[in-house]
């Protein structure tokens, strides 16, 4: 292995996340981190969801090398409905060099697999299938227990939230996943290619989701950043990642991703397709995309963007826009149309598509062409047109047992945000809903993770299954690690707002954990119970960085001189007070007490013996 | 002057936004900016509101030491209602020294007047007042004016939003603005004593507004970094600015703080009134609050936050909540009710403290002292208490024709934000509402002033009419000059946002414009009229430093080989050559572009020459 990179090229942050404790919980081990309390708090420890795997695992040996443990293999090959093939050939062209030239080419993955799995003749391997067939697999087991997290902790808390309709139940059972997944109102994207992954599902009825974008593209980034981004991505939160890459080293980038992955991995085959005929659009042809489709099933990518619903009636409402067509999978689609003067390949092709995604258990994600690009083109008749033909796309999948999530928007002012979720409800048969955000202002470009937080938390509450962030970045460059950790942070807030709102049993559970922190002051606890716990503490430090104001019953915001938590402890020995003495009447109460604050000298001023 | 720090000690930033013009509208000078675009857009230039006073006017000299020009002080004294008197004497106390010793004290401001203003024996000059009367004062035609901000251009565009109940007018006339005042919809805070300040209003009925807050406490800051905070938070769009210094030298930092100031300030004078009383909240006395009212108001502070909701029998309201009273005047009236188990003495000496107010014309911003610290303590029982006394106090308000608007959460669960709008509007008989965020969850402290913009964003469409920002720095320390930046553009794009969702006239004229520019590669045109022009560019150079590439036609996100804003205007000549083919029909058409893209091997590439 002399020629090929360093580790030291391919360094990634491991370590637990300060404050957390890797847990790993039932038979299958479901992997969850623990954050301990002050033994002053008396309180069990916060259990928070994990979606950062073997990384922030002390006891896992991480070989970027050799690739992450294939946790699914031996579930996947119990069922008898698999068979192995010779992976197919890697061409030139799969790394967009269509010269023998592989200069500028990155290293392959150097544990490739030279057989690959494949659904056996008349066979069907999706999640999907199986529950509609009463099936339980170990991979909806696994989503349940990752799913409860806590939640029986909080069945005796009353029930506090609007979720519009949606069935969250109080406790989550293996049959309750089987169940939603054969309804199609949530899927596992789990190709039988990527064994490495550690299910979880997206779905109304679930812990809201939120996936981070990588990819290099033709004018920045490598292989090794781009594996380290989505490290670093999945330690702060991402459920998935889409691999976004264009120009050179498609393929060879995606196998060092997938093979690393505990996450579900999406593409956008189309663009790799793109890359192929030398990015000349009206050379796409369906053998080409085809290939391309097999090609990255063979990886293990989980879930393939489709713009299938990008018709050639639809391509002329996108005409008088301010914005016209933003999507890249969109405009490449609109303009093959417009060139072939035909309808789309993906639209007519939609069966054979689906042939190949249940051979592998890939999931659907039916991108949204049409999407609007600015506020001023928001639910308009391309966008809803669109979203229409993939309402009925999504039947046909289903009559395919394919699984199914739809993609959305984009930009979005606050009013038309609801109606993008009840129309998405109705038309697709609440297949989960998969948003861009959106964005609810176009004016403050650097600011674009904010301006979309806002819609996503708002969508999310609506009933969106994921939402996939936005980077300070977007519109400008491309985000680089601390933008992918911005943005992660952003969205994961922005979905636990939306999980609160819709009155998720479980949710509140980590924002009380923290407010009694904070009452109390326990800043260890409060840093660590952040969903960024490094920033939390170095912000605290910049103004207070002695150590013994970690402990110090005040901040900066107040001072030492006076401080509004600690009365509150006295109105409560005043409460109690006042109860006690009920039965002589509350006045007395007050006398007693007004007498003892005096006898007491009832400071504000903390003693410097605290500070 | 030998004594006085030097300049370099006060430096503040000064020039203009980048990318932005000063200019001056109408007779009154009314001061707003003017973003030119580039001449190939062939569109006029954006006219942007402005907040930034004549530190961003290139003509105006600039000297903190002199204080700003006096640009209110005709209007006040031609009306005919005010007298002159002596200031009253500033006392060691006043700076927190109770001792002789001045000794960490800060340089006096070298331009006191000794004179101050005061309404003649039995007269209120308050804007309210002459509202009620029908006089259209020249701070109410200021406003009108202001407002507008290029509202004619958008009259021919179709209204679009949901407000909720707000009557946001097509045109602002200065009747208009009189008639809000008179009703008490909107105030317009300008204290007579602050002449320098620029008339704004603060009402559901115009563009919603946002606070920043400065202030030095007792662990951090000084004068001359807080008179900067000042400068630099306007400069990014901060509407009024608060002063909660505690500690020491209150008076001069406020001193310096009001006499550079344009925009209204906004003070909690009961913390100075504690600090009067060595921090011991019991030993306060209306007497010395009130003598604080009458220090601030001569200074010329143009709004109160009062805490007169804080009621004695509310107090055991919050005593099983998870985080008690969170706000330090709360604390400090729930304390000092507790000690005497009397009722606050705010509350009850409500009327003297309106004839302090009228005599000024200084605003009421009615305190909510008990408002939630958390999310599981919102909406509750204490919190709405409150809320109706804060109700039942504004009606008393406006019997004496003060202008008042009534303070919001805090920490709210999106699905209870709109329940707090409904209330106030209902029990305040739609005074203003000034909310701090809401935090939507209290998971993410690093980035609560993203967890509060998305709370901020709604309930300013819901109504709200001041957002309160809220910096990364929120729960941690003190904030920074950067973090005042951070948060003033993140509440800078959450009320626009809310502008956009209740269908402002012209909001979405600045959308537009920055998406046209982005759908058409003006670059430099999207930084401009970025909220932010110098962060906007700055993300752009990191992945793409090149000059060449401002003007290119690609971005880092697709790279130079493709670009999805190109084949829109693909799609445009399609549309626009089938309609002309209409006559022979779509079909002829199609196949007519069929061949010219052929023809033109239509490419996707951008020729390196544009590159």
Not at 46 to 65: K, N, Q
Not at 108 to 124: D, I, T
Not at 497 to 525: C, I, N, V, Y
Not at 530 to 538: F, G, K, R, V, Y
């Amino acid at each position: 292995m002399a020629d090929i990179p360093a580790r030291t090229e391919l360094k990634v942050t491991t370590g637990p996340i300060r404050g957390s404790r890797k847990v790993h919980v039932g038979n299958l081990g479901v992997a969850m981190r623990a954050v301990d309390l002050e033994p002053s708090s008396g309180e069990p420890p916060v259990v928070l969801y994990d979606t950062s795997g073997p990384y922030t695992d002390p006891e896992a040996r991480i070989d970027i090398m050799a690739g992450l443990p294939e946790l699914r293999s031996k579930w996947i090959r119990d069922r008898g409905d698999v068979e192995e093939v010779a992976q197919r050939e890697v061409r030139p062209e799969d790394n967009g060099q269509l010269g023998p030239d592989r200069s500028g080419g990155v290293q392959p993955f150097p544990n490739v697999r030279k057989k690959v799995l494949r659904a056996r003749a008349g066979h069907n391997v999706t999640q999907m299938h199986y529950a509609k067939r009463g099936i339980v697999t170990p991979e909806m087991e696994y989503v349940a227990i990752r799913e409860n997290l806590g939640r029986e902790r909080a069945l005796d808390a009353a029930r506090d939230g609007e979720d519009f309709g949606a069935a969250l139940p109080d406790f989550v059972t293996p049959e309750f996943v089987r169940d939603e997944i054969a309804r199609g109102r949530a899927i596992i994207p789990n190709n039988i290619n990527h064994p490495e992954s550690e299910p979880m599902a997206i779905g109304r009825n679930f812990l809201v989701k939120i996936n981070a974008n990588i990819g290099n593209s033709a004018v920045a980034s490598d292989v090794a950043s781009e594996v380290d981004k989505m490290v670093w991505a999945i330690r702060w939160g991402a459920d998935t990642v889409m691999d976004l890459s264009t120009g050179r080293n498609i393929h060879d980038t995606r196998e060092w991703i997938v093979r690393n992955s505990p996450v579900p991995i999406g593409t956008v085959p189309i663009y790799q397709a793109l890359e192929k005929v030398g990015g000349i659009a009206e050379d796409l042809t369906w053998d080409i995309f085809r290939d391309t489709l097999v090609e990255q099933a063979e990886q293990g990518v989980d879930y393939f963007t489709i713009h299938a619903g990008v018709r050639l009636p639809y391509v002329p409402l996108t005409a008088k826009r301010v914005t016209g067509i933003v999507s890249r999978g969109g405009s490449i689609m609109a303009k093959w149309c417009l060139a072939h003067h035909k309808e789309s390949f993906l639209y007519e092709r939609f069966d054979e598509i689906c042939e190949i995604m249940k051979a592998y258990d890939i999931a659907f994600s039916l991108g949204d062409g049409l999407r609007p690009g600015s506020i001023a083109d928001a639910n308009d008749e391309a966008q809803f047109a669109e979203l229409y033909t993939l309402g009925e796309l999504t039947k046909k999948a289903w009559e395919h047992d394919c699984q199914v999530m739809i993609e959305g928007p984009g930009h979005v002012p606050m009013h038309k945000i609801k109606e993008n979720m009840d129309k998405q409800l109705e038309s697709c048969g609440e297949a989960p809903f998969y948003t861009l955000g959106p964005l609810t202002t176009d004016v403050a470009p650097g600011y674009d993770h904010i301006t979309s937080a806002i819609g996503a938390a708002m969508i999310g509450w609506f009933g969106t299954a994921m939402l996939c962030y936005v980077t300070p970045k977007e519109h400008l460059g491309l985000p680089d690690r601390d933008d992918v950790k911005v943005g992660v942070v952003t969205y994961k807030l922005a979905a636990h707002a939306a999980d609160l709102a819709k009155g998720h049993p479980a949710a509140r559970l980590h924002d009380d954990a923290l407010s009694r922190a904070r009452f109390e002051f326990r800043w260890r606890d409060q840093f660590n119970l952040s969903l960024d716990p490094d920033t939390a503490e170095q912000y605290h430090d910049q103004t207070l960085p002695a150590e013994g104001a970690k402990t110090a019953h005040f901040c900066s915001m107040c001072g030492p001189k006076f401080c509004s938590m600690k009365i509150t402890q006295e109105v409560r020995e005043f409460a109690r007070l006042q109860e006690e003495k009920a039965v002589e009447g509350a006045d007395a109460g007050m006398e007693e007490m007004s007498k003892r604050f005096h006898d007491e000298g009832g400071e504000l001023y903390v003693p410097a013996a605290d500070r």
